[in-house]
């Protein structure tokens, strides 16, 4: 069974550019979570998708960053015009629910510097 | 708000010395707990979590975590760690209802010396 896969591995860029973020995951997985960690802290919660949902986007910075899931399969986090602070490891993670004994699965993270 | 707190950032051990990596939560209700591990040029991967039941839980690689409901901890064990196990380690909370999203802390990175 394949994982979770995040494209691109890397991503540098400069500051006012735009950015998309892939990730794919593990099939029949309905939810579907984005992360961040900026250097240095710890990894924090972005949004959550149930299918093609956003279920709680309470973790998104501002509306510089937008993220779908088109068809409930994969998601694209666009961030638009990156900043400076933007740059971090964006992670993301699939469950096949989100109670019981399921945890989510994580991919290998898209680092993203914006110089 | 709803945190977590591990406590060491670098641990630097010899081999077959014993880890005890610490993590306390702040968070009121009902939690799952989680060890993840993210090995170098990997992506994390779970160690081993608690839902409810016996505190004591063992997971992957000899390792072992106590769930202490009193003191909000959940503090990462092995007896004898090995040079394969360097690695930064994530203590995760998540909580039981909503989006069930996890909170993590800062992480802990691990080094054992051959």
């Known amino acids: 069974e394949a994982g979770v896969t995040q494209f691109p591995s890397h991503s540098v860029i400069e500051k006012g550019q735009t950015v998309t973020l892939r990730c794919d995951p593990i099939s029949g997985h309905d939810n579907l979570y984005w992360y961040r960690r900026v250097m240095g802290k710890e990894i924090k919660f972005l949004l959550h998708f149930v299918k093609e949902s956003k279920q709680d986007e309470s973790g998104m910075p501002n509306n510089r960053f937008l993220a779908e899931r088109t068809g409930g399969t994969y998601s694209t986090l666009k961030v638009q015009p990156a900043e400076l602070e933007d740059s971090g490891v964006y992670f993301c993670?699939?469950?096949?629910?989100?109670?019981?004994?399921?945890?989510?699965?994580f991919g290998p993270g898209t680092r993203l510097t914006v110089l | 708000a709803q945190s977590v707190s591990q406590h060491n950032h670098h641990v630097i051990l010899s081999e077959a010395a014993s880890l005890e990596l610490g993590c306390n939560y702040s968070?009121?209700?009902?939690?799952?707990l989680f060890w993840y591990v993210q090995y170098p040029g990997q992506h994390l991967q779970l160690l081993l979590k608690?839902?409810?039941?016996?505190?004591l839980v063992k997971g992957i690689k000899g390792f072992e975590a106590e769930f202490i409901k009193s003191k909000f901890s959940f503090n990462l064990r092995k007896p004898s760690v090995q040079w394969s196990d360097t690695a930064e380690y994530f203590c995760?909370?998540?909580?039981?209802?909503?989006?069930?999203?996890?909170?993590f802390g800062t992480g802990t990175r691990l080094k054992v010396l051959a």
């Open positions: 995760a909370v998540r909580t039981t209802s909503g989006t069930y999203k996890y909170i």
């Open positions: 993670a699939s469950s096949q629910d989100r109670s019981g004994y399921h945890e989510q699965f």
């Open positions: 968070y009121g209700g009902t939690v799952n």
């Open positions: 608690y839902f409810s039941g016996d505190p």
